[in-house]
């Protein structure tokens, strides 16, 4: 057999060792080993002394002409790729998906062996990833093993590693080898932190220039700081507007620096401002559940920001998972006969869990069914588990970029408010995690008629009849958009949906005063997704104008502000931001 024929087939079969496969993952964090055993589990084969990738293959000769003209290709191509780096034929050129970075650098094609390597890498990507697409097997498990099969393949790309990375060798030359002291610095450091850095965290500071909204704690529990911000007008909306952030991160996404603070142009905007500030759950609070967000959290908040502005009924907006646990605190307040709530607005959450992307290739029955074993001793979702999760969902660039950067090059991230807060995460209990995962990615109860309970009252999200405004991102990889339209089709009452431009925190937070980006809006709701986006007017700028203008008649009469925050009975407690926002995850 020619040689270089066998170089090549060594080299993908290298690719397909499991053993290999299991030593790459055994060396990675508790999170991207659940990477290995997802994938292998999405492959099982029938007999127990069948690796599984050897299994796929074998499943594959099923389709055997299918399979021969994919190997055949393959193998040409590698051909093809070898006789261009011996400069006996021209070099063929594989290109990268749109948006691929990694091999952005000039220095990538200007030396041909790296060029080679590049090539043979996206050449080996495709041919693996078409392999999987056309695998014997059902829609739901294909799916899940092209997701770890992408995960690993961009885990092993040679960008990665500084022997086959053009621009790591180039700048250790250039700097003597600095470069590399200064990676295996950066490395240590992060080790400690128990994070990647994403942006110079030393420039960023809680309250000294994030989260400086002016305000003040006017109430608190184990589990929350309510926070009422300064007017800064001389009228202000008589009703007030509570805004329940996620819990997974800390509230100041919507309170960042002065220039794309939502919290900040709200306030300037005469709308009187509370906000829960959710606790970093320590360990004695590791009991928690759903139903304790719901009653200690939300409601207690409600009822507070109500005594306080002395008005029946206040607005609201919950983002992300604050607004799946605000949907369900609003069926519970009805069963009970309190008509507290004017309006609620959804940002960048789900109602129906039905297609909720690629985080469902993380939460499976068997991690469901030993959590729940735990639930008598309680127990903690580390914060930083759950940062690990959400940026495998997008790896390139918030994990090996990252990796290739700061701990191969020794470069400093630029600073970037939105990843410094994407870094500071949030314990969360086992009980309530769990109880979210079950009810909404594995069961979907949210969506179903009393498929669910919570506070005693059975759940049924089409007895919601107050105004509610949707939003969501159209490159949402947390949220997809067009699931949670699906939520806009569920609702009893009045229902008005955006769509704003880029991804779930950069769609969600896009100031008015930059006026970037667009958004669609469409006064109908069809209901298919694809139809309501078909009819949609594209607006330029943020959607908080649009969000604005549906959310001032609602907020009633305008009304000289208040002097000082709190009442005889909230007094003042500290300024803002709070203890609970600066309270940091421990690594793991």
């Known amino acids: 057999m020619n040689p270089s024929h066998t170089e090549r087939g060594n080299s993908a079969n290298a690719l397909l060792d499991t053993e290999r496969l299991q030593e790459f993952f055994a060396s990675m964090t508790t999170a991207n080993r659940k990477l290995v055993e997802t994938f292998v589990n999405g492959v099982q084969p029938s007999h127990p002394d069948t690796p599984p990738l050897q299994h796929l293959m074998n499943n594959m000769m099923g389709g055997a002409n299918q399979l021969f003209e994919l190997q055949n290709h393959y193998y040409q191509r590698q051909m093809d790729l070898w006789m261009g780096l011996l400069g006996v034929a021209e070099r063929p050129k594989i290109e990268p998906e749109r948006g691929d970075r990694r091999f952005n650098a000039p220095e990538w094609e200007q030396y041909p062996f790296f060029d080679y390597i590049k090539q043979y890498y996206l050449l080996t990507s495709k041919w693996l990833l078409q392999l999987v697409d056309g695998a014997p097997v059902d829609d739901e498990r294909r799916e899940r093993i092209a997701f770890f099969t992408r995960q690993y393949l961009d885990a092993i790309s040679p960008a990665n590693f500084a022997l086959t990375n053009p621009e790591v060798i180039k700048l250790a030359l250039d700097t003597k080898g600095e470069s590399l002291i200064q990676g295996m610095k950066k490395l240590a450091e992060d080790i400690e932190k128990g994070h990647i850095s994403m942006t110079d965290e030393t420039l960023f500071e809680i309250g000294r220039n994030l989260a400086v909204t002016p305000g003040t704690v006017v109430f608190e529990n184990a589990l929350i700081q309510l926070i009422q911000y300064t007017p800064t007008t001389d009228k202000v909306y008589e009703r007030p507007l509570l805004i329940v952030p996620p819990a997974v991160n800390k509230y100041y996404l919507m309170d960042l ?186 069961e979907n109860n949210l969506a179903k008629r009393n498929g669910m309970t919570v506070c005693g009252v059975p759940i049924d999200v089409r007895q919601i009849e107050l105004p509610v405004y949707i939003f969501a991102a159209r490159e949402d990889h947390i949220v997809p958009w067009k699931s949670a339209y699906r939520g806009s089709q569920l609702l009893g009452g009045p229902v008005r949906f955006t769509l704003g431009a880029s991804g779930h925190i950069a769609g969600s937070i896009n100031p008015v005063t930059l006026n970037k980006r667009n958004y669609w809006a469409n006064d109908q709701l069809p209901p298919d997704a694809d139809a309501w986006f078909d009819s949609a007017e594209s607006k330029p700028g943020s959607w908080w104008q649009d969000w604005d203008q549906w959310l001032a008649p609602r907020s009633g009469k305008q009304v000289a502000a208040p002097k000082s925050a709190g009442n005889r009975q909230y007094k003042p407690i500290e300024a803002a931001p709070g203890r609970y926002v600066r309270e940091k995850v421990s690594p793991v």
């Open 257 to 442: 620096q002065p220039e794309n603070s939502m919290v900040r142009w709200l306030v300037e905007r005469g709308y009187t401002v509370f906000l829960i500030s959710w606790r970093n759950i320590p360990p004695e609070l590791g009991r928690l559940g759903w139903d304790d967000y719901v009653e200690t959290g939300v409601i207690e908040a409600a009822r507070v920001v109500r005594e306080i502005s002395k008005q029946d009924k206040i607005n609201t907006l919950g983002f992300c998972i604050g607004g799946v646990i605000l949907t369900t605190t609003l069926l519970v307040l009805k069963a009970r006969g309190l008509d507290w709530i004017e309006s609620a607005t959804i940002m960048t959450a789900l109602i129906d869990h039905s297609d909720p992307g690629d985080l469902k290739m993380f939460v499976d029955w068997d991690m469901i069914r030993q959590r729940e074993a735990k639930f008598k001793d309680g127990g903690l979702v580390n914060g930083k588990e759950l940062a690990r999760v959400f940026s495998m969902l997008r790896a390139n660039d918030l994990i090996w970029n990252y990796v290739v950067n700061n701990y191969l090059k020794g470069k400093t991230p630029p600073p970037f408010d939105l990843l410094y807060w994407n870094n500071d995460s949030a314990n969360l209990p086992l009980p309530m995690h769990t109880f979210f995962l079950r009810n909404m990615y594995l």
